[in-house]
């Protein structure tokens, strides 16, 4: 089993940068694929990135490429979701969650979720 908390949400204006981790507990944290997903009030969650067990393939939607990176490091149980160029519709609560492949984009495909962390982007 695996308890996630994220951190690093806030307030930023468009065109700024947050840096979220997503901190895991236990010893089988490199065994999972890690993706980043979010909801904005009104909407389904919706997929953000994802990457592998071993940080070697990363995925992400559509609306976030070239913007976002997604990283992890298994020695500190720790992923991240470095946020550049942030824009208004980029405003929701994001979410880390640990599932079975990198290739997975359905939140239905993963199995451990965290509480969210608020990101905020002012126009």
């Known amino acids: 089993q695996v308890q996630l908390v994220e951190s690093g949400g806030g307030l930023v204006q468009a065109g700024g940068s947050l840096r979220l981790s997503c901190a895991a507990s236990g010893r089988t944290f490199s065994s999972y694929a890690m993706g980043w997903f979010r909801q904005a009030p009104g909407k389904e969650r919706e997929f953000v990135a994802s990457?592998?067990?071993?940080?070697?393939?990363?995925y992400y939607a559509n609306s976030v490429k070239g913007r976002f990176t997604i990283s992890r490091d298994n020695a500190k149980n720790t992923v991240y979701l470095q946020m550049n160029s942030l824009k208004p519709e980029d405003t929701a609560l994001y979410y880390c969650?640990?599932?079975?492949?990198?290739?997975?984009?359905?939140?239905?495909?993963?199995?451990?979720w965290g509480q969210g962390t608020q990101v905020t982007v002012s126009s």
């Open positions: 990457i592998s067990r071993s940080g070697s393939e990363t």
């Open positions: 969650a640990a599932g079975g492949s990198v290739y997975y984009s359905s939140p239905r495909r993963y199995d451990y």
